[in-house]
């Protein structure tokens, strides 16, 4: 199975343009749970709505979170899912870190991806520290050491 984690702070827009891409393009068994970080009560309840039209879990990160900073947020966000999600009922699984603005525009599989490796993803580079983009990151769940 592959479960996808998509936090959204503001996009409630997209997420059925979302959920329509991977339907249509992912080759692969998936479920996708939209994390609620909006900055306010009124983008929270309109992400919530999203997701009940679209059929996706929605699940509300803690307050405590939610920063002015966009950045400080989403890794506030993305270490809360591992911790609270991934950890605790995903081990067996392919998890997929994705960004509320992007989308599958052609056929694609995420465990043919990420095949027998630990990880997948985009490596950034700021000077010499070398890392991974958390808006596209493929977690290998039962290959992590």
Same mark, same amino acid.
């Given at each position: 199975? %592959? /479960?996808?984690?998509? $936090?959204?702070?503001?996009?409630?827009? +997209?997420? =059925?343009?979302?959920?329509?891409?991977?339907?249509?393009?992912?080759?692969?068994?998936?479920?996708?749970?939209? @994390?609620?970080?909006? @900055?306010?009560?009124?983008?929270?309840?309109?992400? /919530?709505?999203?997701?009940?039209?679209?059929?996706? #879990?929605?699940?509300?990160? !803690?307050?405590?979170? %939610?920063?002015?900073?966009?950045?400080?947020?989403?890794?506030?966000?993305? *270490?809360?899912?591992?911790? #609270?999600?991934?950890?605790?009922?995903?081990?067996?699984?392919?998890?997929?870190?994705?960004?509320?603005?992007?989308?599958?525009? /052609?056929?694609?599989?995420?465990? #043919?991806?990420?095949?027998? +490796?630990?990880?997948?993803?985009? !490596? *950034?580079?700021?000077? =010499? %520290?070398?890392?991974?983009?958390?808006? +596209? @990151?493929?977690?290998?769940? $039962?290959?992590? =050491?």
């Amino acid at each position: 199975m %592959i /479960r996808v984690l998509i $936090p959204s702070c503001k996009n409630h827009d +997209f997420i =059925p343009m979302q959920v329509k891409s991977f339907v249509k393009h992912c080759k692969d068994d998936f479920k996708i749970t939209v @994390l609620t970080d909006g @900055l306010d009560d009124g983008q929270s309840a309109l992400i /919530r709505e999203a997701c009940l039209e679209s059929n996706v #879990e929605c699940i509300d990160v !803690p307050k405590n979170l %939610i920063h002015s900073s966009a950045s400080v947020a989403h890794c506030a966000v993305v *270490q809360w899912a591992y911790d #609270e999600i991934v950890l605790k009922g995903c081990m067996g699984d392919i998890v997929v870190m994705l960004d509320s603005d992007m989308f599958m525009v /052609r056929d694609f599989s995420f465990s #043919e991806l990420v095949g027998d +490796f630990a990880f997948a993803g985009l !490596p *950034q580079y700021r000077g =010499p %520290i070398k890392y991974y983009f958390m808006g +596209f @990151l493929v977690l290998n769940m $039962p290959k992590l =050491p």
